[in-house]
């Protein structure tokens, strides 16, 4: 019997890493055809893993002062060393690599680029040696850049001096660093973004003071810095097209957030107010890069704040992009407020009771994989079927932020797994039934990094990082092993064919 057991024993030791390799869901229900169309990557962002915060030069972004006030930062951290990217970067790409990651999204942050900020200043000399080592590191292991501009680290001296998005003076500033960053690595990165989630940036930064600078500028100071913004992005696709894209080989676009809007029961009302959140949410910007102008519902219901556009800019702003920009992370229903045709109520259950999906560790976010398909969907319907990049996608899993040590339990996340194989299956059905042309899709996050206000606490990362320990050390979650086997090693090359765009027929030369 004993001899029974120990050979048991020895044939589960042996089978046992296969058991463990198997326990991983199968691949998304994707055509093999639709993963090689899709460009697969991670994403991150300057002020959440760099780090090196006064290192060369940089001065500080508003999220730098912002942590330092007491309280503002839930776990009392800073982005003062982040991930340190800044110091890993070729450790973290050679990581990238073996994953087999071809795309990696992030961000430039504009004072370590521009330490003044301002249009006229000069560039800063270990800036630009930092980000162009980071691009020749990403070539030479083959990985293609895509670029933020704005990635919501508003430099603090255009804060001090103006206001940031308060002020119009943001278009001409940003304009020039963004011709700064398009000029220096221009031979380097074709794919760019101006903006990530102005929704987010104008809500959040500029509107209720809970993101950095956090100054509430309230109702007035929301619609003022989506309109800056607005044009501000136009006039750098404008000079992005103009000068520095003649051979039409880059890519330029917008990072819009949205979480889809389910309208609570099929009756009018609701589906009124649930088409009435995405207008408000995702038009205001999507409508104002595409139409040339804000949804109708905005101008009707916002007209005491919501500034209006000039013939000029309206021409300057429509199809300013060459891709649509999408992050997205979940659903939530709507249903009317009753009395007002114009108001809603976000639900995280059905009509019956039923929450959403599972919630994750961020209390705004339920795993909902159709909310992807039908996100991607409305925006075909919508946007005369533009390429969608998705720039975001992920889930934070609850409890991680507890977890002592690298031992092979803190690198479980089935929520995460289950998460990305449920919208990357839902994002095929978008392409394969729906006909939506997705080119990009980048999970959020390479690694775990610093969450804003969540600090440390709150992980999205595929690959841990363990905080407490001073080395930073990495290691590969089950999602990061899952994404690797099944999505970036069957992911398609970049060079997307077809995909160039007929500016002048876009009315883009304009
Ligand atoms: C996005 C943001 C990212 C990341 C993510 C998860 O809105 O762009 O920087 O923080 O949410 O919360």
New binding site residues.
């Given amino acids: 019997m004993g001899k029974v057991w120990a050979l048991g024993f020895a044939c589960w030791l042996l089978v046992s890493p296969l058991v463990l390799a198997q326990s991983l869901p199968g691949p998304p229900e994707c055509k093999a055809d639709t993963m090689k169309k899709i460009a697969f990557g991670v994403g991150s962002?300057a002020a959440?893993s760099e780090g090196a915060a006064a290192v060369g030069g940089r001065s500080p972004s508003v999220w730098d002062v912002f942590a330092k006030q007491p309280g503002k930062i839930q776990d009392g951290s800073s982005p003062a060393v982040a991930t340190d990217f800044f110091n890993k970067y070729k450790q973290d790409i050679a990581l990238m690599k073996s994953m087999g990651v071809k795309n990696f999204r992030m961000s430039i942050s504009w004072s370590r680029l521009l330490p003044q900020a301002v249009k006229g200043s000069s560039p800063s000399s270990d800036g630009v040696k930092f980000y162009r080592a980071v691009f020749k590191e990403l070539k030479d292991n083959g990985i293609e850049p895509a670029v933020t501009l704005y990635?919501w680290d508003m430099p603090q001296v255009l804060q001090d001096k103006y206001q940031g998005f308060i002020d119009r003076q943001i278009i001409e500033d940003f304009t020039y660093y963004a011709d700064v960053a398009f000029k220096t690595f221009g031979d380097q990165v074709k794919k760019w973004t101006t903006f990530?989630?102005p929704w987010?940036t104008c809500n959040l930064q500029y509107g209720n003071g809970d993101f950095a600078p956090g100054v509430q500028y309230g109702d007035s100071g929301k619609w003022k810095c989506g309109h800056n913004l607005l044009l501000a992005h136009a006039n750098a696709v404008r000079l992005f097209r103009q000068k520095y894209n003649s051979d039409k080989k880059g890519r330029i676009g917008m990072a819009l957030?949205s979480e889809w809007s389910e309208p609570w029961t099929d009756k009018f009302e609701d589906k009124r107010a649930a088409q009435n959140k995405i207008d408000i949410d995702f038009g205001w910007f999507a409508d104002a890069i595409h139409f040339g102008d804000y949804p109708a519902q905005a101008k009707k219901t916002q007209s005491a704040f919501l500034p209006v556009f000039t013939e000029e800019e309206k021409k300057l702003l429509r199809r300013s992009y060459d891709y649509m920009g999408l992050?997205i992370y979940t659903a939530k229903f709507a249903s009317e407020v009753p009395g007002n045709p114009n108001g809603w109520w976000v639900r995280t259950t059905d009509v019956n009771g039923k929450v959403v999906g599972q919630q994750a560790e961020?209390y705004w976010l339920y795993n909902v994989p159709w909310s992807i398909n039908r996100m991607l969907t409305y925006m075909k319907n919508r946007y005369d079927n533009p390429y969608i990049w998705v720039l975001?996608n992920?889930i934070s899993e609850k409890g991680e932020g507890n977890r002592v040590g690298m031992g092979p339990d803190t690198l479980r996340d089935p929520l995460r797994t289950d998460y990305f194989r449920g919208y990357i299956s839902e994002a095929c059905k978008a392409v394969e039934s729906n006909g939506v042309r997705l080119t990009h899709y980048f999970a959020?996050?390479f690694t775990d990094n610093w969450?804003?206000r969540e600090g440390f606490k709150t992980r999205?990362g595929v690959v841990r990082i363990d905080f407490a320990n001073p080395q930073l050390p990495r290691g590969i979650k089950d999602s990061g092993r899952w994404l690797s086997e099944h999505v970036f090693k069957k992911s398609g090359q970049t060079k997307q064919v077809g995909e160039v765009l007929n500016f002048d027929e876009l009315g883009a030369a304009c």
């Fill in positions: 962002s959440q990635h990530n989630e987010v957030w992050t961020s975001e992920g959020w996050s969450e804003w999205f």
